[in-house]
């Protein structure tokens, strides 16, 4: 470890070298926006790694998203030269957090290996399948889940309830005793979640942290490996923390060699259970004087007109509403150049319609003109900002301007399901599935009507589609009889039905997309994938395989009246689906960017244009929570209640205008009359001080649109899952690695999953210097894989294959001692920054004594024969491998080796270490990703035998559907 510090393309300014040079002790860096937040953290990490040789693995770094953590890793790499990842802990608390438990999985009973992490969907759709058998029963539910909310709200409500007392760390039981009746509900209904994430073995984005937290404060000598290992924290985006993560901060802290990054003024995730009162209260935890503040305020990125303006939004416009007191950190952002070059033209002014219509067409001629006039050389330059891109002004707005003509970016306006490609494949499901659809489409019940007026639509486009193409309509008709009259299993379900959809034209046309066009030009490629991914999420949740002729109607209802229409109410509640976005290019070429303000967090565009300016500051309507936080929780309340309302309206909005870099619009269609006038009072003083561009036309000749940063993330690849599987397919790569279409699996990876796991046992115990332990505790790790793999794979194992797998684990044991015993570790991560990507990988054991080592992978298939395929793909990776563990271990590899737990005779194959072969090795690996990231998948296999298992057979023409 080790190098020189790269010098920054730009000098830091005295408060940022402050910021770097400010190594030990507490430290508060308050950044406010456009201020080298990020170029300052990255300076100050290589200053403490190579100028006061503070080890990367003794630092933690917490961002707030993980597209942060590459951003930060990626700098990282580039300025630190020889920067080892293996051992860094760099990203979300919730991936730290889910770090720390995997490696401590065996002190925490209530979880077993193979545990599933639930996002934000599978969270909702777990409480949903589980509202009526489960929670509707508790004796309590009544008084605090109202029954004519519809089960959407409500399964939305459950999920915050309970995610908000995890973040509390609030014991359900303790309120099992309220006087108050709807606290006793949410105890009853966080115990029966918590007794279900246990059965099911699962956690969601809460509880992980809770149980990081738990495992900790529980376990003093973990606690004490990672307080010696994390000796200094760099805790970014500080403001949007909650309270669990704050208190696993100074659990893991015993130095208060705590760095903590942020700006107050752009809090916005309240509703997550972030609380502003983490950074405002930090400087606090310590004694008077220990803790230094630094204020970044010098803004490299707007115009000083719009620093001027936002700045003007915190003091001035708020004073006539609410005063901050000591709830905002006082401050003042400023410019880089202390006046505007500009003379004639504001960089922050106001287009306004008098009617709906009217302010469509002033927005679209405003924006032609930018381009027509070169003033814009692309239109992915202009953002327009909103508090809701999924309503229906903004859809409208959306609608009329790609209507003339200019392409909308806009993937959370949920209209996932309105996208003809979506429509296209439900409706020809619901076709096959004729005798149901039939039925369902003339239900009367009130609940079903938006539901089924969508599946009629949905027909309707299918028919159109079957009418083009007589083969479709053949092969649809085929499959409608074939299920009408079925007997016994059909050998497919949901997922393979569409991808056998994707031989025919009109979704072929859709698959042959090139994906160097950009990423709008994929919107029906990339929802495809996701459809794969819902409907493969249905399957495994319902444990869904085949369709039989005995559960076809249950689980063809259960898709279309239960699955889909929790999907489609939760798109039109507010959750649901939303289009793909990508975190390389967060504004496709071609395209205004229609996003809400939360979405912009951390982003910057040339111009910003502001709508929603009927918002209005809105309750929290946390409710019981507040109730209970304030009687269960040891926090005092921080903030006055009557307040927040404000103080969140006003620092969103902050956020948006401070997003701009050298022009800022505020825009509305005027309405003075109603509930909702537009501009509301929040906005109308700051309103009515801008000049309207209609009033004067302005010119733009002194200004400098620059073209949209592009991002330099570096990309993670590894032999197995990348390297290996383009140079068979490129086709197959691009579709199940590139765009993320779900992969239907051809039989069980049980027997092998089960087999590697109880030798990772094995080999955790040796390391542990436990090997007297292993015979009696074997059948039972064996056992407890057994279990969880049986509830994550949803499949099982017959008695004699289960019989087989514990024989090769047994044979290892007690047949391989030669090669266990000089084990120094197991299940090695490897991870290493080329130029421009960064390459993976794991090695199963690294074994061996003083600086010579070997390294062992194993494999649970049949010992192949010398000079097979699979041998030679196999040697490459190891040869990589072992350059990779030197550079980790700092070490000579001697000897590749695999062993294969089948062959009791002779298990282990070997190769001696090439060095040569190596460095050809990571030459052609490097221009495989070369053509990766260019987009390059043409190459079709010529192994026809690959086909036969992947997916897209159909779509190749390499099998055609029945």
Known sequence: MGGDVIIAKVTPNKDQQKAIDTIDGPVLISAGPGTGKTATLVNRYANMVNNHRIKPENILMATFTEKAAKEIITRISSVILDFDLNDVYIGTFHSICLRIVKDNLAFIPTLKKNFTLMDDFDQKYFIYQRYYNDFRPLPHFKDLISETSGVWRNVSKIANLVNGLSEEKINPERLLTDPNPKIVALGEIKQKYDELLQAKNRLDFATIQLTAYQLLSENSEILEKYQELFQYMMIDEYQD??????????????????????????????????????????????????????????????????????????????????????????????????????????????????????????????????????????????????????????????????????????????????????????????????????????????????????????????????????????????????????????????????????????????????????????????????????????????????????????????????????????????????????????????????????????????????????????????????????????????????????????????????????????????????????????????????????????????????????????????????????????????????LGFSEIRVGSTLFGSLVHQTIEDIHDAILRDEVSSIPDNLETWFDNNYQGLVLSEHSYLAPNSRNAALKHVKNYFENSEDLWKNIRKAEVQLSYPMEDFILNGQVDMIKGKGDTVEIVDFKTGDKPQPGDESLINYEKQLQVYARLVENKENVTVSKLKLYYPSDQENPIIEFEKDSQQIDRLIEEFTEVVHKIEKKEFKQRTTNYSVCRECDMRFYCNRIKPK
């Open 241 to 738: 923390t909650n309270s669990i993560q704050e208190q696993l901060i100074f659990l893991l802290s015993k130095t208060n060699n705590i760095c903590v990054v942020g700006d107050d003024d752009q809090s916005m995730y309240r509703f997550r259970g972030a609380t502003i009162r983490n950074i405002l209260e930090f400087e606090n935890k310590f004694k008077r004087g220990e803790c230094r503040v630094i204020h970044l305020s010098i803004n490299y990125r707007s115009a000083p007109e719009i620093i001027e303006f936002y700045n003007k939004w915190m003091k001035e416009y708020s004073k006539t509403h609410f005063q901050w007191d000591q709830f905002r950190i006082d401050k003042t952002i400023l410019p880089i150049y202390g006046k505007s070059y500009k003379k004639s033209t504001p960089p922050v002014m106001k287009i306004a319609g008098e009617s709906t219509e009217q302010w469509h067409e002033k927005i679209f001629i405003f924006v032609k003109m930018l381009s027509d006039d070169g003033y814009i050389s692309n239109y992915n330059q202009i953002a327009f900002l909103f508090r809701s891109v999924a309503k229906k002004e903004t859809q409208e707005l959306a609608n009329y301007l790609e209507s003339k003509g200019i392409p909308v970016y806009s993937p959370r306006s949920k209209m996932f399901f309105e996208r003809e490609e979506i429509m296209a494949a439900i409706g020809l499901l619901l076709v096959i599935f004729g005798d149901y659809s039939d039925e369902l489409v003339d239900r009367p019940e009130e609940y079903l009507e938006k539901l089924t007026d969508y599946y009629d639509r949905c027909l309707d486009f299918a028919e159109q589609l079957m009418d083009d193409d007589e083969d479709l309509e053949d092969w649809v008709s085929f499959r409608e009889d074939e299920l009408d009259n079925l007997v016994g299993n059909t050998d497919y379900a949901f997922t393979q039905l569409l991808y056998q959809m994707f031989s025919f034209d009109y979704f072929r046309r859709i698959i042959d997309t090139d994906l160097s066009s950009g990423v709008a030009d994929q919107r029906a490629i990339r929802n495809l994938a996701i459809l794969t991914n819902v409907l493969a999420k249905y399957e495994a949740n319902e444990n869904v395989d085949v369709i039989s002729d005995v559960k076809k109607d249950q689980i063809v209802s259960k898709l279309f009246e239960t699955y889909f229409r929790f999907l489609f109410g939760s798109n039109h509640g507010g959750g649901g689906i939303e289009e793909y976005q990508d975190e390389s290019e967060y504004a496709p070429s071609g395209c205004v960017s229609f996003m809400t303000v939360h979405q912009s967090k951390g982003m910057e565009f040339p111009i910003v244009i502001t709508d929603s300016l009927y918002d209005r500051p809105a309750d929290d309507n946390q409710g019981v929570l507040e109730q209970v936080y304030e009687a269960y929780s040891r926090r005092e309340p921080f903030e006055p209640t009557d307040k927040i309302k404000f103080f969140d309206f006003w620092r969103r909005y902050y956020v948006a205008y401070s997003r701009a870099e050298e022009l800022l619009i505020l825009t509305t269609s005027i309405r003075t009359r109603g509930a909702w006038p537009m501009p509301g009072k929040m906005f109308k003083e700051a309103f009515n001080d801008l000049e309207d561009y209609y009033d004067h036309h302005y010119s733009f000749e002194e200004f400098d649109f620059k073209p949209v940063k592009a991002s330099d993330l570096k990309q993670s690849y590894a032999f197995t899952s990348d390297i290996s599987k383009y140079e068979r397919c490129s086709v197959e790569y691009k579709m199940f690695r590139e």
